[in-house]
């Protein structure tokens, strides 16, 4: 069973760059067809994927937010990072790290395993 932490600043200031890493066990984020995704929950708002990164390494990105979002990985630490470029108070969230088997899966936004989830502030 793949399990996934999220680790990072709760606080960050407007116009800064928000850093996220997802820390992954019990799997290897070089397995084939698997995406390694960013997600998250404004207060009182659904979720929203912002991007993934291949098992190959190659980046998808939400149109919306493309603009502004890395992600990138760290295979000698099985780890993957978001990076979300001038932040708003818009941008407070819970952000959830999260794992698609197949890019059907990811269409379909069925994500086998999630971490537990880190608040991110977004305040001067």
């Known amino acids: 069973q793949v399990q996934l932490q999220e680790s990072g600043p709760g606080l960050v200031k407007p116009s800064q760059t928000l850093s996220l890493t997802c820390t992954v066990s019990g799997g290897s984020i070089t397995t084939n067809y698997y995406y390694w995704s960013w997600i998250r929950q404004p207060p009182g708002k659904g979720l929203e994927w912002m991007g993934a990164i291949l098992s190959s390494g190659s980046t998808y990105y939400s149109p919306s937010l493309k603009s502004r979002t890395s992600i990138s990985r760290d295979t000698s630490k099985n780890q993957f990072t978001l990076q979300l470029s001038s932040v708003t108070p818009e941008d407070t969230a819970r952000y959830y790290c999260?794992?698609?088997?197949?890019?059907?899966?990811?269409?379909?936004?069925?994500?086998?395993?999630w971490g537990q989830g880190t608040q991110v502030t977004v305040s001067s």
């Open positions: 999260a794992v698609a088997g197949s890019d059907y899966d990811l269409v379909l936004r069925l994500f086998g395993s």
